[in-house]
């Protein structure tokens, strides 16, 4: 079984995720066919219950969403919508479970159904849950709708738990417009110009017992979730390369070593990343990035014990590629987040 899939892998089932979309649209007064001109999906296929489409189609549907629902509240309306939504087994297993972190670690597993556009990362310490968001199977320009959409999602799953709001934390990779739609729909707890993105809940909150807990029901779900999804690839193309390239760190790793592990050829593999429009580099970069957050942030490590874990001659050296992936210093980042 191949490990992966790719942005033209029919593996999204058109009455899952895109449902939601395509809802979204109706809902507001727009034609199906216009949502889903240009993604070589027809209505009837769509409504028939047995579609497959790929990534692409689904990134085409999105942009065709955005173009023709600009609002400012289109993301967090589709993320409202998307759960439980008709996801079979998963939507149980998510929606039933027995508290947060269960149902956020089904959603990492089963992310191919639940979320196959971005991949959900779960962090687990002492005090905080954290769930980081990921590009998946393609780099898009797309993806803050996707992030807004998303984070939305896991909000209203949350309050679904527990009959509530929770007091998350948001981080978001650049500065945000349109305030008052993430104070509407997330609270006052958002934090732009993190360079990452990423939700954060209290541990003991996300481990507090849910209202809506029916165990039994949930573990039949996941049981059922583990038949249906077993012989699928469970993560996207591009996530799957930059999980090769967090767990070999700090050990060394090439564009040839990772090329060997997946035993192709470097040349298949840089075509490979060039048709997810990324480059090794790139993804070495957000990944190396994105562990240099984490440690300056939460772990707190020192500037030396950083740049040494990633391979840099010295902290000098490990400035200045943070500044030019971020465009500050590690120095503005020694905040706990």
């Known amino acids: 079984m191949t490990l992966w899939y790719e942005n033209d892998s029919p593996i999204i089932a058109a009455h899952e995720f895109p449902a939601a979309l395509i809802d979204l649209g109706c809902s507001r007064g727009l034609e199906p066919d216009k949502l889903l001109r240009g993604t070589g999906i027809f209505m009837e296929d769509f409504l028939s219950g047995c579609l497959n489409i790929k990534p692409s189609q689904c990134y085409a549907l999105i942009r065709n969403l955005r173009q023709q629902l600009p609002g400012a509240d289109t993301p967090f309306l589709a993320g409202h919508r998307l759960y439980p939504g008709n996801f079979g087994p998963a939507s149980t297993a998510l929606t039933l479970a027995p508290n947060l972190l269960e149902a956020l670690q089904t959603l990492e597993t089963y992310h ?41 999602a896991v909000t209203s799953v949350g309050r679904l738990l527990h009959q509530r709001p929770l007091p998350w934390d948001y981080f978001l990779h650049g500065d945000i417009r349109n305030h008052e739609q993430y104070s509407v729909n997330w609270g006052s707890r958002v934090r732009p110009q993190q360079h990452i993105s990423a939700m954060r809940l209290p541990r003991d909150i996300a481990t507090a ?70 480059h090794f580099q790139q993804r070495y970069d957000t990944v190396r990035k994105e562990l240099a957050i984490e440690w300056l942030t939460r772990q707190q490590l020192d500037i030396e014990e ?28 020694c905040l706990p987040i």
């Not at 310490?125 to 320009?141: G, M």
């Not at 070999?248 to 997810?276: C, W, Y």
Request: proline share 4%; aromatic share 8%; glycine share 4%.
């Open 112 to 152: 191919r159904c639940l979320s196959p556009l971005l991949h959900p990362r779960l962090s687990v310490d002492s005090e905080f849950v954290y769930l980081y968001w990921h590009d998946c199977c393609d780099v898009s320009d797309g993806n803050s709708f996707l992030t807004d959409m998303m984070m939305t």
């Open 209 to 278: 017992p849910s209202i809506s807990n029916s165990a039994s029901a949930a573990i039949i779900a996941k049981r059922q979730c583990q038949t249906q999804y077993q012989a699928i690839p469970s993560t996207g193309f591009v996530a799957h390369i930059d999980g090769l390239i967090r767990a070999s760190i700090p050990g060394h790793i090439s564009l040839e070593s990772v090329a060997d592990s997946l035993n192709m050829s470097t040349a298949t593999f840089k075509r490979k990343l060039q048709k997810h429009h990324t």
């Open 306 to 333: 950083i740049a040494a874990r990633l391979h840099f001659h010295d902290s000098r050296n490990l400035r200045r590629a943070f500044k030019r992936w971020t465009g500050v210093l590690p120095s503005a980042l």
